[in-house]
């Protein structure tokens, strides 16, 4: 059964909640939601990114309208909000695909919307993994990175000992589980 938005409002997070938003990789952004009034007395919400219900408040849909229109609707918005954010990272140097995705997640996007702004990206060639790792690898040379100014043959054999640390420190744990005495005995520590 569908119901008639018949009234929206719009309700943004407070200034305070907003302003103490700590800037760190992992946090996520305060969002906004559309309350919605349906027909019957019933009540949805819809919760969006602020950036989306800024959109949402200068082009609101005619209502009353089906629920499922307004919904559409709102995630219309919401899509080309996504594609516009990516635009604008990549407009400052090149990004991950997963950076991206990361990135419009903390701001709150659904994975729908997500998804479609990132296959926007890469189908326009706006976002390309390749070129992303190559600019990547010059930047890190250019600032003097001993890991990326070595040349390949030497970045091989760094890899090598490293996985030979790997495998040996792997095969001393094994053996130290068949002895009595544990790592004492194949480390000669008394």
């Not at 994975?111 to 976002?127: K, N, S």
């Not at 760094?158 to 004492?184: H, M, T, W």
Request: hydrophobic share 35%; proline share 4%; with cysteine.
């Amino acid at each position: 059964m569908s119901y008639t938005v018949t009234e929206a409002t719009v309700v943004f997070p407070d200034k305070k909640a907003a302003s103490s938003f700590s800037s760190g990789y992992a946090s996520k952004k305060p969002c906004a939601h559309i309350d919605c009034e349906l027909e019957g007395g019933f009540e949805r919400s819809i919760w969006i990114p602020v950036r989306v219900a800024r959109l949402y408040v200068k082009n609101r849909p005619d209502l009353p309208c089906d629920w499922d229109d307004f919904r559409e609707a709102v995630q219309l918005i919401e899509r080309k909000c996504a594609l516009t954010m990516v635009t604008e990272m990549l407009s400052r140097r090149d990004h991950a695909t997963g950076e991206v995705r990361d990135k419009l997640a903390r701001y709150g996007f659904r994975q729908a919307a997500i998804d479609f702004a990132v296959a926007r990206a890469t189908e326009y060639r706006f976002l390309d993994e390749n070129r992303f790792c190559s600019y990547f690898i010059e930047e890190r040379k250019r600032r003097g990175n001993p890991f990326f100014s070595c040349p390949w043959e030497c970045f091989f054999e760094k890899a090598r000992k490293a996985c030979n640390i790997f495998l040996l420190s792997f095969v001393y744990f094994n053996e130290a589980q068949n002895r009595p005495d544990g790592y004492r005995s194949i480390l000669r520590i008394s």
